[in-house]
T-cell receptor, first 112, second 110 residues
Framework: SQTIHQWPATLVQPVGSPLSLECTVE??????LYWYRQAAGRGLQLLFY??????ISSEVPQNLSASRPQDRQFILSSKKLLLSDSGFYLC???????????FGNGTRLTVT | RKEVEQDPGPFNVPEGATVAFNCTYS??????FFWYRQDCRKEPKLLMS???SGNEDGRFTAQLNRASQYISLLIRDSKLSDSATYLC???????????FGKGTHLIIQP
């Protein structure tokens, strides 16, 4: 069966510090991969999605970036965090378009 | 612009009652829909897929009305553990075609 792992679960970082969140999927090949952010009391915002190794599409302009160095690995990064980057970050995968997403446990990021 | 709209609630419902809420979508090209459940400070989890005319799974029934562009979720014999936020999702066909509603907050009261 397929599983998705995301870490860390919680993170407290000062403004201006770098960020690296990692997500890996097991049990499938060539998944579609996604990074979402959910601010407190708000809906899910799609940040990035990837259809294959090295292929990243960005949905919103921001100081975040994403990379997919391996088929089942998706990384979310920032060189300098802003206070507004605080939120609940969720990695997700799906086998094909229009199929439901399966989410990781999420990373709760607090920028202080 | 593709949108999925939901009543944010909260819906306060006594235990054992039946509750229903709707979700409207603006993208007529959406092919499939899903309901997710999200508990406080947790990740969303797939509750049901809604493909053609609807779907039923135990106490949960989802209906799709393409003419009026809405889907509904019906929960029968509600239980305290049903308290959560329910997210409606429409899929339009592309990788970025998954559009999430902001969720409906449901509180089941003893």
């Amino acid at each position: 069966s397929q599983t998705i792992h995301q870490w860390p679960a919680t993170l407290v970082q000062p403004v201006g510090s770098p960020l690296s969140l990692e997500c890996t999927v097991e049990g499938t090949s060539n998944p579609n991969l996604y990074w979402y952010r959910q601010a407190a009391g708000r809906g899910l915002q799609l940040l990035f999605y990837s259809v294959g190794i090295g292929q990243i599409s960005s949905e919103v302009p921001q100081n975040l970036s994403a990379s997919r160095p391996q088929d089942r690995q998706f990384i979310l990064s920032s060189k300098k965090l802003l206070l507004s980057d605080s939120g609940f970050y969720l990695c997700a995968w799906s086998p094909v378009w229009s199929s439901p997403l399966h989410f990781g446990n999420g990373t709760r990021l607090t920028v202080t | 612009r593709k949108e999925v709209e939901q009543d944010p609630g909260p819906f306060n419902v006594p235990e054992g009652a039946t509750v229903a809420f709707n979700c409207t979508y603006s993208n007529s090209a959406s092919q499939s829909f899903f309901w997710y459940r999200q508990d406080c400070r947790k990740e969303p989890k797939l509750l049901m897929s809604v493909y053609s005319s609807g779907n039923e799974d135990g106490r949960f029934t989802a209906q799709l009305n393409r003419a009026s562009q809405y889907i509904s979720l019906l929960i029968r014999d509600s239980k305290l553990s049903d308290s959560a936020t329910y997210l409606c999702v429409g899929a339009g066909g592309g990788a970025d075609g998954l559009t999430f509603g902001k969720g409906t907050h449901l509180i089941i009261q003893p």
